[in-house]
């Protein structure tokens, strides 16, 4: 065989091998993103060339006024819809061709949510509620306990862990969410405006529960429309009409 096609062969295959894995060190990336919603006259673009990378491990805001597309961009990178163009890349995996139940399979076990509105259960206990998403994954009774004391220790729910959400405080609620989105310990977890519906009081003790979350190795971004939350995270990405335009890391 021809020395330089052998040489050629190795090459690719190592620079092939050096793009896995520098794939692997983000969680997630996206890559031009672009996402619109057609009005019966007119398209409004809302997401236009989005190119944001987030590594394992970091704490990342979004941060932008009302409108700026924060929800839409929270969607698509919790593979919750798809863009119109461009990619999403999660941990390694470009998750464009994916039908319905493999990004549902991606995002079971992986990734989690927490919103300004809590979503919990109203029919079910702050215990069951924080032990649905165990129940999805169909995990063994014993280990479903085990885990279910210890998130409900680590947010401080064991007291009120049989009360149901019409009898919590908003922080009690949001905290139960908190609870239930970490309890099958995700890689990722997104949340869009998780104080918006808090007292600051309640807002800052969420604030450190996240802190606490990502300390603990869950890769967060958090989307936010107030500055002042957002210098919480190692890194802000403003948003502004649908464009980045702003990506510093904060000291
Ligand atoms: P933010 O979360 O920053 O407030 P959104 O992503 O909710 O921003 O919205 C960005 C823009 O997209 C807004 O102009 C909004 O009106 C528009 N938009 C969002 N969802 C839809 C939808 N389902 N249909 C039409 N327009 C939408």
């Known amino acids: 065989m021809n020395p330089q096609v052998v040489v050629s062969k190795k090459l690719l295959s190592d620079i092939g091998r050096w793009v896995y894995v520098l794939e692997q060190l983000y969680m997630i990336h996206t890559r031009d993103l672009v996402k619109g919603y057609r009005g019966q006259e007119v398209a409004t673009p809302v997401l236009i060339n989005v190119n944001i990378d987030v590594g394992d491990g970091e704490f990342v805001a979004v941060a932008g006024p009302s409108g700026s597309g924060k929800s839409t961009l929270f969607n698509i990178l919790g593979l919750l819809e798809a863009p119109d163009a461009g990619s999403v890349v999660f941990r390694g995996r470009d998750v464009g061709g994916l039908g319905e139940s493999e990004r549902l399979a991606l995002r079971r076990g992986h990734i989690a949510y927490v919103?300004?509105?809590?979503?919990?259960?109203?029919?079910?206990?702050?215990?069951?509620?924080?032990?649905?998403?165990?129940?999805?994954?169909?995990?063994?009774?014993?280990?479903?306990?085990?885990?279910?004391e210890e998130a409900l220790g680590r947010f401080g729910l064991g007291h009120i862990s049989r009360r149901f959400p019409r009898q919590l405080s908003g922080l009690q609620q949001q905290m139960t969410a908190l609870a239930r989105a970490t309890v099958f310990q995700p890689k990722l977890l997104l949340a869009d405006e998780p104080t918006g519906n808090l007292n600051s009081a309640g807002g800052s003790a969420v604030m450190e529960a996240l802190s606490a979350i990502n300390e603990a190795g869950t890769t967060l971004v958090l989307f936010t429309n107030s500055m002042q939350e957002a210098q919480k995270a190692r890194r802000i990405i403003q948003l502004f009409d649908g464009h980045v335009v702003t990506d510093h890391a904060h000291t």
């Open 115 to 148: 919103f300004r509105q809590f979503n919990l259960v109203d029919e079910l206990s702050v215990a069951e509620n924080v032990e649905l998403p165990l129940l999805y994954l169909k995990m063994k009774r014993a280990e479903r306990r085990e885990r279910l």
